[in-house]
């Protein structure tokens, strides 16, 4: 059976290693900085005692990580609401794939919703592209965190992915801990949510070679996230435009802080989560399929729960109507919700020293691809 022993390299902390990591954590110049900025009302000595005194994961998520995602749920957002979860049994533990739309909050929502849910928080597939110094490695494995290697040689990387799958299948299994992870490498930059193949080749790497019991094995549970404003959205926007202009374009490690910052601090309006049903039933359809057909067809299972649990909301209707030039969905928006949309929009394209026509006409899109998923347009 395996051991934690052979995951040191990316699972998360345990309970006996916390103290330890935390005596480090607070020697880190810019981990104190970071602590100035989130609590700048908290007398830093006071919050690393605070921090010493956790001796256990859920102590930490609880007593720290929860009460300030809280704060960040009450000021920046209008209300973050759930569905489906009541629905999934507490006592199981399920593989959440979900679209992705935030560095940190897509997961970090998650988890005060499962708790507040009766579940246990999930544990949470990181891209170690974010990690940018040792001492953010050590806080989000503080936080359940487990590491996906990334940009690594061809052997490398076929070593890493086995690895991650194994953990994965060992912590849905084995220790019966739930898992989040996003549909794709990175967030999209369009609103349009599609499950790549290469995660569920990837899943299936440490499967017995049965598709259909391997999968079933996971228990996977497409998840949708759906906020009403994407502060990142105009940041996503000329990233596109970086692109098309270079397609070597690559953003740098100070980008990824700055989105981090920007999607924790932004305004998000209304934030829905709607976990669907467990995809176990659906997979027998799968059996007699070649492996290829299979890995596209339960990319199409995840696809159709995600877009059809999403939550529109007034602005993806007049974003649908303003790209399709018509009038379609006007039932579902008022003109105070035109008026409202449009100023949001203009005030993001206003940021970035660009091409307006062009920004307008992404964010748009962006805003508009999810009614095109859930209409089957």
């Known amino acids: 059976m395996p051991t934690d022993q052979?995951?040191?390299?990316?699972r998360p902390y345990r309970d006996n290693e916390i103290h330890e990591v935390i005596k480090k954590l607070i020697k880190e110049e810019s981990f104190i900085e970071l602590l100035q900025f989130l609590f700048p009302h908290t007398p830093v000595n006071e919050y690393a005692q605070k921090?010493?005194?956790?001796?256990s994961v859920k102590e930490f998520q609880i007593g720290l990580i929860y009460p300030y995602i809280k704060d960040i749920i009450k000021n920046t957002t209008q209300g973050v609401s759930c569905e489906g979860l009541d629905k999934l049994d507490p006592a199981k533990s399920y593989l959440f794939i979900s679209n992705h739309r935030d560095i940190v909050l897509d997961s970090a929502f998650l988890n005060i919703l499962l708790h507040e849910n009766g579940h246990d928080t999930s544990e949470i597939a990181i891209g170690d592209n974010l990690l940018i110094y040792p001492w953010i490695t050590q806080l989000v494995k503080l936080n359940k965190s487990f590491v996906v290697r990334r940009n690594l040689p061809a052997r490398q990387l076929l070593q890493s992915s086995m690895l991650m799958s194994k953990y994965m299948r060992h912590n849905i299994t084995e220790?019966?801990?739930?898992?989040w992870i996003a549909q794709r490498e990175g967030r999209s930059k369009d609103g349009d949510d599609r499950t790549?193949?290469?995660?569920?080749?990837m899943i299936n790497m440490s499967g017995n070679g049965n598709f259909v019991d391997s999968f079933k094995e996971m228990c996977i549970?497409?998840?949708?996230?759906s906020y009403e404003y994407d502060p990142c959205d105009y940041l996503k926007a000329h990233e596109s435009l970086l692109k098309k202009e270079n397609p070597e374009y690559k953003k740098t490690p100070a980008d990824d802080l700055k989105h981090m910052a920007l999607g924790i601090k932004g305004r998000k309006g209304r934030v829905h989560f709607s976990a669907g049903s467990p995809i176990n039933a659906q997979l027998d359809e799968l059996k007699d399929l070649d492996r290829n057909e299979q890995l596209t067809k339960l990319a199409e299972i995840i696809d159709e729960q995600i877009h059809n649990?999403?939550?529109?909301w007034p602005g993806n209707f007049i974003a649908a109507d303003n790209v399709n030039q018509n009038t379609k969905f006007a039932h579902k928006y008022t003109d105070a919700d035109v008026n409202q949309f449009n100023k949001y929009i203009n005030d993001h394209i206003a940021r970035v020293d660009a091409d307006k026509t062009l920004?307008?006409?992404?964010?748009?899109?962006?805003?508009a691809n999810p009614v095109k998923n859930f209409y089957k347009e």
């Open 359 to 367: 920004l307008t006409s992404i964010l748009m899109k962006m805003y």
């Open 6 to 10: 052979e995951y040191n390299e990316i």
């Open 221 to 225: 549970v497409p998840l949708s996230i």
């Open 175 to 179: 220790r019966k801990q739930s898992v």
């Open 196 to 201: 790549q193949t290469s995660l569920l080749k």
């Open 51 to 55: 921090l010493l005194s956790i001796r």
């Open 309 to 312: 649990n999403y939550k529109l």
